[in-house]
């Protein structure tokens, strides 16, 4: 029997979205009022460039600072695990920079670890698991296309080693607080007695600061947002005109989260021929995109509580902006 290769890509469940998937949600939003669309629905390849675009930007301070914080405390967080084989769980690694931060402290260290990362996207999984095999030739990696909580139910059954979930970026700030809890939830369900999860989350601040991140000099956040609607045109066969909608940004000081929203310019009809249907928007109508929900250090510490972790450790960067927690899994206790 021929020794299996070091990395490989496993679908579980039914992976990526079809287009009709898309097309319901695009009908349900646009159905709404006020108008929505998911968040979710940026990353299409040139969405992703383009996220991947604002990530380097100056303004937008999050992956600076959470890089900060692995090079300043990786193997403090990364210690609870080294005891033991692991997986390390990925839950939407985009191009990987920062998990490979991590990686390469864990391989320096000699750690019994496979790299496992989940996204619904097989072409980006395939991306990122060939691109991390080259960077990390010995490092065993298992990418699965699958939903976040049925990959990491696959591998409890499939394997017996513990995990550490990876959940970065502030990747959690698009959900809003109720919605937290339950996706927070649904992985303490998934997970096992004593798993891990490394939790990025974007800190309340200086609401100046939060503004620029948002709405950055260049216009690649702009760029971004308006992609939505391009792919829309590409995939749906909408007739969207960009140039009647602009891009904004927001903090709701009551919610605490930052918003974006797509406006529209002028009275307008919009059709979409994989809906047959025809949307009209009004002059300054907005299509809601995105929630990025702010933290204060006491809330990560109840939401934890509330959901059934532990917290091992919160490490700062060095202006206190952003926060990477270390959870535990508790399982026989009660909640709240």
């Known amino acids: 029997m021929s020794e299996q290769p070091l990395y490989s890509v496993l679908r579980q469940g039914q992976g990526a979205s079809a287009p009709q998937d898309l097309a319901v949600d695009v009908l349900v939003g646009l159905s709404e009022k006020p108008k929505r669309l998911p968040s979710r629905l940026f990353y299409d390849a040139q969405g992703s460039e383009l996220f991947e ?31 033991r084989p692991f997986n390390l769980v990925d839950l939407g690694a985009g191009d990987g920079r920062k998990t490979a931060v991590l990686l390469e402290r864990l391989v320096a260290m000699g750690a019994d670890v496979r790299y496992t990362p989940l996204d619904i996207s097989e072409s980006a999984m395939d991306n990122l698991v060939h691109k991390m095999n080259k960077r990390f030739p010995s490092l065993e990696i298992r990418g699965l296309v699958s939903e976040y909580f049925d990959g990491i139910r696959w591998l409890s059954t499939n394997s017996d080693r513990r995990n550490l979930v990876l959940f970065l970026g502030s990747n959690i700030g698009n959900f809003n607080k109720a919605q937290a809890r339950g996706f927070l939830r649904r992985l303490w369900n998934a997970l096992g007695q004593g798993d891990l999860a490394l939790i990025g989350f974007d800190l309340k601040k200086d609401i100046d600061t939060l503004l620029a991140a948002y709405n950055d000099s260049k216009g690649v956040t702009r760029q971004f947002n308006l992609n939505l609607l391009q792919r829309l045109n590409d995939e749906l066969g909408a007739n969207f005109n960009l140039d009647n909608f602009r891009h904004y940004g927001t903090y709701n000081a009551d919610a605490g989260a930052m918003e974006s929203h797509l406006v529209s310019l002028t009275h307008q009809e919009v059709h979409i021929q994989a809906l047959s249907a025809t949307f009209t928007f009004e002059p300054w109508e907005p299509i809601h995109t995105e929630y990025s929900y702010k933290y204060l250090e006491s809330d990560i510490d109840s939401l934890a509580r509330f959901t059934g972790y532990d917290v091992l450790m919160r490490r700062f960067d060095s202006q206190r902006w952003f926060c990477d927690a270390l959870w535990q899994v508790q399982k026989g206790g009660a909640i709240g």
């Open 53 to 83: 675009a604002i990530t380097d930007l100056d303004e937008y301070y999050l992956t600076r600072k959470e890089f900060e914080i692995f090079h300043n405390h990786g193997d403090e967080l990364l210690a609870p695990v080294l005891n």
